[in-house]
Structure formats: structure tokens, C-alpha cells
């Protein structure tokens, strides 16, 4: 799943090409994956790409008082194109969702593999007309987020720390991979109890929590769309590398299956060399 770093980056690369052309085509191909009617889809024609940012997970692009607003889920993705194909897409067919032409020939398709399709596209003319951004928790790296801040939506939550993390109506932008990621940095059970850390683990969580979002959206920027997936993979030290040495303490990367994801992490790093059994109804480490 495209996660806080990446949508930052599709954000800048989509600014940055497509910022000053003219909408001239807007073609539907997934018909479940909008999920609003008015403005209608076709409203967007004619209307100049201001620009594009990044709102929690979502990629949001400025079209001159309406916004494009896209969720891309699991399986989503944004494909630059340039030259755009000529022809109209058939709906229900293959992988793309929504095709955007451009003036100068260029353009994108928005697309999502495998079958769940949850990918979502909105037309509206605020941000808050999303519903899911309008019930946002607060931005990691915004301005003014600090230690206090984290302390404070934390507070409230009784859930796992692996569950609140990830959890946007608590903190925006952060998926599975990232709060594997965080938590790993952090030396932090999954299982902990989000509203019980001591002042040590949250300052170590706090800091892991910015940092590796930080270095990533670093690492991110100014790679082109279809780049942005492998230097991801490249820069995750416990994520999708089950069975792996640890690079901190060279022990061996463990797993969890619950419910339709896994995560990941280090028993030696995390939770005291203690391994979580990998079963689905499995009592976890707390």
C-alpha cells in the first residue's frame, strides 16, 4: 500500500509534470471506483492542474476550484504517460480506473491490481468533502506535531500499538509497512498497550515515528512514479523480510499472520527475544 512517503512523492512528480496543462480528457474505466456524482467526473474538463499535494494517504490534485482526490489502497498506483494512448478505455477490463489526458498528449492512468478494488477517486470542491479526510488524526510531519502531540493521541487509545499506528483517524499517512518499520526503530512490541508507554518509550517511538518518515519522503522525492515502489522495498529493514537477518542485532526477522495481512518484526529488537506465534487466534505479547 502506498503509504505517507510515496503519496508525498506522486504528489511532487504529479505537480511537477503535470502543474499548467489543461484537463482534456477524463475517461472512467472502473465505474465502482468513484464515489461521488457532483461535481460530475466530466466537470474536470477544461480546467488547468494548479498542482498536487498530499493529505494523509490521500493524493489530492488541484484543478482550479475542484480537487481530484485519489485513495489507492492496496493495489493502486499512478502511471505517467507521455504520449497518452489514443484510445478510450473499456470499462471493467483490466487494472486501470480512471485515464486523465492532457494538453501537450501527456497524461495518467490511475490503476489497481488484484481483485479487491478499493481504489477510490472523489471530484469535489473542498478537501473535507472526503470523508475519510475529514476525520484525518493529526499529521506526523506536520508543523507543530511534537512529542507532546504524539503523547496526547496516544493517551486515548487502548488498542495495540501495531493496530493505533496505522489507524488514520489517530495519526494520517502511516499503513502497514511504515509501522512495522517505526515500531522495529523504536524497539517497541507490536502488542504494547499504546496509552501505557513510559516517558523513555515515548520519546524512542516518537522519534522513530518521524525519522523513519522523514527519511524515507528523503529518500522518495524526485524519483518518477514507477521508481517509487523499489526504492521503498529498498529502504525497509524489517518489512517484508521474514526469515531475513535483522540489521540491528542479526537475529532472525519473524512474522504474524492476522486476519488478511502479516506484519513483521525483530524478537531480539522488540520483545525481549520472545517470538509471537504465528497463528491467527494466537495469545499476543503484550
Same mark, same amino acid.
Given at each position: +500500500?502506498?503509504?505517507?512517503?510515496e503519496v508525498?512523492?506522486?504528489? +511532487?512528480f504529479?505537480?511537477e509534470?503535470?502543474?499548467g496543462r489543461?484537463v482534456?480528457?477524463?475517461?472512467?474505466?472502473?465505474l465502482?471506483?468513484?464515489?461521488?456524482?457532483?461535481p460530475?467526473?466530466?466537470?474536470l474538463?477544461?480546467?488547468r492542474?494548479a498542482?498536487?499535494?498530499? /493529505?494523509g494517504?490521500?493524493?489530492?490534485?488541484?484543478?482550479?476550484?475542484? =480537487?481530484?482526490v485519489?485513495?489507492?489502497a492496496r493495489?493502486?498506483?499512478?502511471h =505517467? *504517460?507521455?504520449p497518452?494512448?489514443?484510445?478510450r478505455?473499456?470499462?471493467g *477490463?483490466?487494472p486501470l480506473?480512471l485515464? /486523465?489526458g492532457?494538453s $501537450? $498528449?501527456?497524461g !495518467?492512468? %490511475?490503476t489497481e491490481?488484484g481483485?479487491?478494488k478499493r481504489?477510490a477517486? =472523489?471530484?469535489?470542491?473542498?478537501?473535507?468533502q472526503?470523508? $475519510?479526510?475529514?476525520?484525518?488524526?493529526p499529521?506526523?510531519?506536520s508543523?507543530g !506535531?511534537d512529542e507532546a502531540a504524539?503523547?496526547? /493521541?496516544?493517551?486515548?487509545?487502548?488498542g495495540?500499538?501495531?493496530t493505533?499506528?496505522a489507524?488514520q483517524s489517530v495519526?494520517?499517512?502511516v499503513g502497514n509497512?511504515?509501522?512495522?518499520?517505526?515500531?522495529?526503530?523504536?524497539? %517497541?512490541s507490536? !502488542?504494547?498497550?499504546?496509552?501505557?508507554?513510559?516517558?523513555?518509550?515515548?520519546?524512542r517511538?516518537?522519534?522513530?515515528?518521524?525519522?523513519?518518515?522523514?527519511?524515507a519522503?528523503?529518500r522518495s522525492l524526485?524519483?518518477a512514479?514507477?521508481?517509487?515502489k523499489?526504492?521503498k *522495498?529498498?529502504?525497509l529493514? /524489517?518489512h517484508g523480510?521474514a526469515g531475513?537477518?535483522?540489521?540491528?542485532?542479526?537475529?532472525t526477522?519473524?512474522?504474524?499472520?492476522?486476519?488478511n495481512?502479516? !506484519?513483521q518484526?525483530?524478537?531480539?529488537?522488540?520483545?525481549?527475544?520472545?517470538?509471537?506465534?504465528?497463528r491467527r487466534?494466537s *495469545?499476543?505479547?503484550?
Open positions: +500500500m502506498p503509504e505517507l512517503p508525498e512523492a506522486l504528489a +511532487m504529479l505537480g509534470q503535470a502543474g489543461t482534456e480528457r477524463a475517461e472512467l474505466a472502473s465502482s471506483a468513484l464515489k461521488t456524482y457532483d460530475a467526473l466530466e466537470s474538463v477544461g480546467r492542474v498542482g498536487a499535494e498530499r /493529505v494517504k490521500y493524493l489530492c490534485t488541484d484543478l482550479d476550484g475542484l =480537487w481530484l485519489t485513495h489507492l493495489a493502486g498506483w499512478l =505517467w *504517460r507521455d497518452l494512448p489514443a484510445g478505455p473499456k470499462p *477490463r483490466g480506473a485515464r /486523465v492532457l $501537450g $498528449g501527456a !495518467f492512468d %490511475l491490481q481483485t479487491e481504489l477517486i =472523489w471530484v469535489v470542491r473542498a478537501l473535507d472526503v470523508e $475519510g479526510i475529514a476525520r484525518l488524526g499529521d506526523p510531519l508543523e !506535531f504524539l503523547a496526547a /493521541v496516544l493517551g486515548r487509545e487502548a495495540r500499538l501495531k493505533v499506528l489507524d495519526l494520517a499517512g509497512a511504515y509501522s512495522d518499520e517505526i515500531l522495529w526503530a523504536a524497539r %517497541l507490536p !502488542f504494547k498497550t499504546a496509552s501505557k508507554l513510559t516517558a523513555d518509550e515515548l520519546e517511538l516518537y522519534h522513530a515515528l518521524t525519522g523513519t518518515l522523514r527519511k519522503v528523503e524526485g524519483q512514479a514507477r521508481e517509487l523499489d526504492a *522495498r529498498a529502504g529493514n /524489517v523480510r531475513q537477518a535483522c540489521p540491528a542485532c542479526g537475529g526477522v519473524r512474522e504474524v499472520h492476522l486476519a495481512r502479516s !506484519f518484526y525483530c524478537p531480539g529488537c522488540q520483545t525481549g527475544g520472545r517470538a509471537l506465534a504465528d487466534l *495469545r499476543l505479547l503484550k
